[in-house]
C-alpha cells in the first residue's frame, strides 16, 4: 500500500534557529533560500523532519541571529521564490523596503500598475514565502494600522518586528 505525505517538504535542506519571535524554520534548495516559516502556537510545519544544513542556510542562520540583535539592517542572501507574476512582483516590491520603512497594500498595488487592486495585493504579501528576507512585515493599512500578518502568531509577531525596527503604527 502507498501511503502519501499530506505535508510537503519546502526544500531537501531545513535549518531552524531561535529568535525572539519564536523558532524559524529555513528551507534552501541547495543553492537558496526557498521558505521561511515563524513559529506558531509553538509548531513549525516540518517539526518532526531531521534538520540537514547547508551554507545559504548557515548564512541564513547568521543574518537571522544580527537581525535580531539590531546589527543587520539587510539581508543578503539568495532566494527563489515560487508564485504567479503578480506574486512576484509584489515580492521585488517588498524586497525593496529598507529597515524601518513602510508602506501601504495601496501603495504597493499603484507601484505595481494595480491601484484598485487592494484585496489582491493583501493575499500577494500574505503569501509571501519568506517573510522577514522579504520584509512584508512593513507593510501597513494607509491609516498606519495593522491589519494582519500571516507569520508566526499573527499580530503580535508583526507588532514585535516593527518594534524591533522602529516602525511607527497603531494596533
Avoid at 513549525?44 to 539592517?73: C, I, K
Avoid at 504597493?108 to 520584509?135: E, K, M, S, Y
Amino acid at each position: 500500500m502507498i501511503t502519501r505525505s499530506t505535508s510537503v517538504l519546502p526544500a531537501p535542506w531545513i535549518r531552524r534557529v531561535e529568535s525572539p519571535i519564536g523558532r524559524i524554520e529555513l528551507g534552501s534548495d541547495g543553492t537558496n533560500i526557498v521558505s521561511l516559516a515563524i513559529e506558531r502556537a509553538g509548531t513549525l510545519p516540518h517539526d518532526g523532519v531531521p534538520e540537514a544544513s547547508n551554507a545559504v542556510l548557515d548564512a541564513a542562520g547568521s543574518q537571522l541571529e544580527e537581525y535580531f540583535a539590531g546589527t543587520r539592517h539587510s539581508f543578503d542572501l539568495p532566494v527563489s521564490l515560487s508564485g504567479t507574476v503578480f506574486q512576484k512582483q509584489i515580492w521585488a516590491a517588498l524586497a525593496d523596503l529598507a529597515w524601518g520603512e513602510v508602506t501601504s497594500y495601496g501603495e504597493l498595488g499603484f507601484r505595481t500598475g494595480r491601484p484598485t487592486a487592494g484585496r489582491a495585493v493583501g493575499g500577494a504579501v500574505g503569501a509571501n514565502p519568506v517573510p522577514l528576507i522579504v520584509p512584508c512585515h512593513r507593510v501597513l493599512a494607509s491609516n498606519g494600522r495593522i491589519t494582519g500578518y500571516s507569520g508566526g502568531n499573527g499580530i503580535p509577531t508583526k507588532v514585535w518586528l516593527l518594534d524591533h525596527e522602529g516602525i511607527g503604527h497603531v494596533a
